[in-house]
């Protein structure tokens, strides 16, 4: 695993929105991707994008998550809109993940390793 470091987490209203970022720099060119896990839950995938900008969502954010890079900063982000309390969990980016995000989502969610230290996304009613 390649864990990068992650920014942006914090407690926001239901509805609300909060934009995540991991720096990413020397990785932009491969697949990455942001995880979660919620306390009691397993993890899972959430966006993926990889290295020829195929993307993939899990269907629980679909239409309101949006993976990008900024190529000139560097940087991964989770565009994370209406916001609902299930969203509430631990949020981790890794990098190195190939091709195919819609597969390496689900494979990478299962892998121990070093995930690094995530950012807390805290959505309340």
């Known amino acids: 695993l390649v864990p990068l470091v992650e920014s942006g987490g914090g407690s926001v209203q239901a509805g609300g929105s909060l934009r995540l970022s991991c720096a990413a720099a020397?990785?932009?060119?491969?697949?990455m991707g942001w995880f979660r896990q919620g306390q009691g839950k397993e993890r899972e995938g959430v966006a993926g994008?990889?290295?020829?900008?195929?993307?993939s969502y899990a269907a629980s954010v679909k239409s309101r998550f949006i993976i990008s890079k900024d190529n000139a900063q560097n940087t991964l982000h989770l565009q994370m809109n209406s916001l609902k309390s299930e969203d509430t969990a631990q949020y981790y980016c890794?990098?190195?993940?190939?091709?195919?995000?819609?597969?390496?989502?689900?494979?990478?969610?299962?892998?121990?390793?070093?995930w690094g230290q995530g950012t807390q996304v805290t959505v309340f009613a």
């Open positions: 890794l990098a190195d993940l190939g091709d195919w995000p819609e597969q390496f989502l689900k494979t990478t969610a299962q892998r121990n390793g070093d």
């Open positions: 994008i990889d290295a020829d900008g195929r993307i």
């Open positions: 020397g990785w932009m060119l491969s697949g």
